[in-house]
């Protein structure tokens, strides 16, 4: 592992981890790995989904222990076994899935059993909401102390999860995937925090899959692969050469489509599709489309567009008030989700976790839930059946996994998402709906998943996508729909789609004229500022 002099950005060293070694059942999480956090740093922890990251922060955070190895801070070593030992030397963590109380305030949450006390004992409800009101303040979150988390979106819980830690006065702060789900205007707002935080002496270990942040953010880059450190460099290497280092080989091509040389008949055909809203007028109106054999299309526009509700009906989970759905040909009924699967229909909802997976099953499970009827006989699953056709599947998506036993809560990121696309494989569906399909996954897995439509596409079925990520849209889709305030803005095939274009058509109003203004941010990607 390639060494960093003192004189580079940060100062001295807070935090060291030297030689941690984890095993689960089966797998081998973390070899040997590396790590050094200095005061004033933002360190990056770099790797592909799978790659020990996470493991790593749990061991640092309390949740687990290291086989072998030693964590120092300060120069002295330590062992943590807890949150509180974690918090004890000053380490903590935001992670990924935030750890708030929904039926609690803001002020509640941030100092969760930390509540300050008054002589009697009694919690000192007035100084707990000035301390928090001054915590937002740091982190520039303009809610009420006493506002309760359920009301707030993901942007703010972010921030309060920010305070929480502040609360804390960690010295050693660790950000797991933070700007995953905030617009580019949130995420400008988080990075200003960071580099307050950085400026008081502060250590941030920073994990993200967005290379470009790295060198907006980063001062220096640990890279994990299979669970060992490859390399420790300088924030401002390369993308290109980061990439090698995170999957081991040059990706040549960000977006590998294998375009057709000419569409087959249309599998899916969508005419006058309307959801009328409870108040503001309808969230969908008179959207027509088709997606042919072989071709993938993308379905781009601005958060809030109406680009989610649209396919949700399409697959049947939501009603809609007029219009046809047709596969072939033939009618779908409304509001039918097994009507659409018979038909040959897939969804991969942007929420894998909620709705793509069940967490506490095993992976087995998962892969054969939606052909279960076809598995069962006289009331009885065929197991045997299930397992050669769930190993099958797991090794073309090369999921990384202890064995088919494992529940899908443990999976990174990427192998979840492997998950919910091969339980439609197994399905044998023709259309497979991919909404956000490379959301918070490495830059490996989109690759991965990204040859895996090359292959559904060339075997003559078809892919819908939906992505805010606009380079992934123009990439990877043979036409683009855009979608603007509920509506279809307009088509453009694969030579006309430019961020350009594609920005023009979602900023329309209904009546054709723009619409321009800072939702411009919620479209990642996009060269419109």
Do not use: C
Request: aromatic residues 2%; negative net charge; proline residues 3%.
């Amino acid at each position: 592992m390639t060494g960093v002099n003192d004189d580079e950005p940060g100062g001295r060293e807070l935090l060291r981890v030297e030689g941690v070694t984890k095993s689960f059942p089966g797998v081998r999480a973390l070899d040997g790995v590396d790590l050094t956090l200095r005061t004033g740093e933002v360190h990056v922890l770099l790797g592909e989904n799978g790659a020990g990251k996470s493991t790593l922060i749990k061991m640092l955070s309390g949740a687990h222990r290291p086989d072998e190895g030693r964590i120092l801070v300060d120069g002295e070593e330590v062992t943590i076994r807890s949150a509180q030992d974690a918090e004890r030397h000053g380490i903590a963590t935001i992670y990924q899935e935030f750890n708030l109380v929904p039926g609690l305030t803001v002020a509640e949450n941030i100092f969760l059993g930390r509540q300050p006390r008054t002589a009697l004992g009694l919690v000192d409800r007035k100084t707990m909401r000035a301390r928090a009101a001054e915590l937002l303040r740091r982190v520039r979150l303009d809610v009420s102390p006493n506002t309760p988390v359920a009301e707030l979106g993901i942007a703010r819980l972010q921030m309060v999860e920010i305070a929480k830690a502040l609360s804390l006065e960690a010295r050693v702060l660790i950000m797991d995937e933070p700007t995953a789900v905030l617009t580019s205007e949130e995420v400008e707002t988080l990075f200003g925090i960071v580099r307050e935080l950085r400026e008081t002496g502060v250590g941030i270990i920073f994990i993200t899959h967005h290379l470009e942040e790295i060198g907006a953010l980063g001062d220096r880059v640990t890279v994990l692969r299979d669970g060992r450190s490859v390399e420790e460099v300088p924030a401002s290497t390369d993308e290109d050469e980061l990439i090698r280092l995170m999957v081991g080989r040059d990706i040549a091509e960000q977006y590998p489509r294998q375009r057709p040389e000419a569409p087959g008949a249309p599998l899916l055909r969508v005419r006058g599709l309307t959801r009328n809203g409870a108040v503001a007028g309808p969230v969908f109106e008179g959207i027509d489309f088709e997606v042919r054999a072989g071709e993938v299309v993308g379905l781009a526009g601005l958060v809030g567009a109406g680009r989610t509700e649209v396919v949700r009906a399409v697959f049947g989970v939501d009603r809609y008030d007029a219009g046809t759905v047709e596969i072939d040909g033939k009618e779908l009924a409304r509001g039918d989700v097994r009507a659409a699967m018979r038909a040959g229909l897939g969804l991969v909802p942007e929420d894998r976790k909620g709705q793509g997976l069940v967490l506490d099953a095993s992976l087995q499970d998962n892969l054969t839930l939606a052909r279960l009827d076809r598995d069962t006989r006289g009331g009885l699953v065929d197991r045997g059946a299930q397992r050669r056709e769930a190993a099958a599947v797991a090794e073309q998506l090369k999921v990384r996994m202890s064995g088919l036993g494992q529940h899908a809560r443990t999976l990174s990121g990427g192998n979840q998402q492997k998950i919910v696309i091969g339980k439609w494989l197994l399905a044998d569906t023709r259309l497979l709906i991919l909404d956000e399909p490379t959301r918070g996954i490495d830059v490996g897995a989109k690759v991965e998943i990204y040859q895996l439509i090359n292959e559904l596409t060339a075997s003559g079925r078809a892919v819908l996508m939906i992505s805010s990520d606009l380079p992934e849209v123009l990439g990877m889709s043979d036409r683009v729909l855009v979608m603007s305030q509920g509506r279809l803005a307009g088509e453009l095939s694969a030579d006309e789609a430019t961020q350009d274009a594609v920005m023009e058509l979602a900023l329309q109003s209904p009546h054709g004229t723009s619409t321009k203004h800072n939702d411009e941010s919620a479209m990642e990607g996009s060269d419109v500022h």
